[in-house]
C-alpha cells in the first residue's frame, strides 16, 4: 500500500512543493521515488493492492522472485 499510495496520491504532491512533505520535511528515499516514476513513464500501470501470504498466485511467484533477488544479491557467483 505504501508503494501504491506514494504513487498514486503523494508523489504529484511532493513534485509540486518541490519535494517536500506537507509538513515541509524532505521526502524520503527521493531518489527511489524519481527512479519509480522514470522506470514507469513508458507503461500504463494499473496497481491494485492484493494481501500478502493469502494464497494468491502472483503474490506468491512475487514473493518467492523477491527473496531469490535478495540471496542472489547477498550470496553472488
Known amino acids: 500500500r505504501y508503494v501504491i499510495d506514494g504513487f498514486t496520491q503523494w508523489l504529484p ?19 527511489l521515488w524519481r527512479a519509480l516514476e522514470q ?16 494464497g494468491h498466485p502472483l503474490n506468491e511467484r512475487a514473493d518467492r522472485m523477491a527473496n531469490q533477488a535478495i ?7
Open 39 to 54: 522506470a514507469a513513464l513508458p507503461h500504463c500501470i494499473h496497481w491494485q493492492w492484493v494481501k500478502g501470504h493469502s
Open 71 to 77: 540471496q542472489t544479491m547477498l550470496n553472488p557467483l
Open 13 to 31: 504532491a511532493w513534485k509540486a512543493r518541490n519535494w517536500r512533505t506537507s509538513s515541509k520535511k524532505p521526502v524520503l528515499n527521493e531518489d
